[in-house]
């Protein structure tokens, strides 16, 4: 067990649907990166929070926004679903703010768009 | 742009024996950081080992150990004495010194026969 949770597991919804997806990290870790992982793209890199500022985007759709909250736990908001958009989605916390250091991995929700 | 290149999609081995997975990447950078993550059916990501580019001594971690030739940009996993409990995806990843985000292969699937 990493100490990280993500909740749903899993999710199912319709096209043009927004979800919500949630976080809690590893106590004590400041830092809450969310990745995508789909067969077609691999994982790729969202966008990270440290203590409740942004602090990187990746390749993150402009219908995609995420938030940390003042308890750390953090929250990725997914609207206008797209067929295209169903893939694991993993959140990752560290004590660092910055990627060298070890991420610690939730089991991911695995998203799927009908 | 920073790339990470897994060219074997599927290996497999027998227990007890060793193996060994590929990874090349491409960077211009000179302070960076590489890793291999473990992914099992549970879905959830699991650092194996982590290597800094600056030092010249592999890492090793139990029965994982890398192989990292750096002018080569080549950063390959041994695996000793492979368990049942090793099958599974593995991922290389890269992170530049300073950086937020990981950079991650295709992954790998490895299976381990009895």
């Known amino acids: 067990d990493s100490g990280v949770t993500q909740t749903p597991k899993h999710l199912i919804t319709a096209t043009g649907q927004r979800v919500t997806l949630r976080c809690s990290p590893r106590?004590?870790?400041?830092?809450v990166y969310w990745y995508q992982q789909s067969l077609d793209q691999g994982l790729q890199f969202l966008i990270q929070?440290?203590?409740?500022?942004?602090?990187a985007k990746g390749n993150i759709l402009e219908r995609f926004s995420a938030q940390q909250f003042p308890d750390l736990h953090s929250e990725l908001n997914l609207s206008s679903l797209e067929l295209g958009d169903s893939a694991l989605y993993f959140c990752?916390?560290?004590?660092?703010?910055?990627?060298?250091?070890?991420?610690?991995f939730g089991s991911g929700t695995q998203l799927s768009v009908l | 742009a920073q790339t990470v290149t897994q060219s074997q999609p599927e290996m497999s081995v027998q227990e007890a024996e060793t193996v060994t997975l590929s990874c090349t990447y491409d960077?211009?950078?000179?302070?960076?950081?590489l890793f291999w993550y473990k992914q099992p059916p549970s879905r959830q990501m699991i650092l194996v080992i982590r290597?800094?580019?600056?030092?010249?001594q592999n890492a090793t971690e139990n029965r994982f150990s890398v192989n990292f030739q750096k002018a080569a940009k080549s950063f390959s996993l041994k695996i000793s004495d492979s368990q049942l409990g090793d099958a599974a995806m593995y991922f290389c990843?890269?992170?530049?010194?300073?950086?937020?985000?990981?950079?991650f292969g295709k992954g790998m699937k490895l299976t381990v026969n009895p």
């Open positions: 990752a916390s560290s004590s660092s703010p910055t990627g060298i250091g070890k991420l610690f």
């Open positions: 106590s004590g870790d400041l830092s």
């Open positions: 929070y440290y203590n409740g500022e942004e602090r």
């Open positions: 960077t211009s950078e000179s302070d960076y950081y």
């Open positions: 290597q800094e580019a600056y030092k010249q």
């Open positions: 990843a890269y992170t530049q010194g300073g950086s937020e985000k990981l950079v």
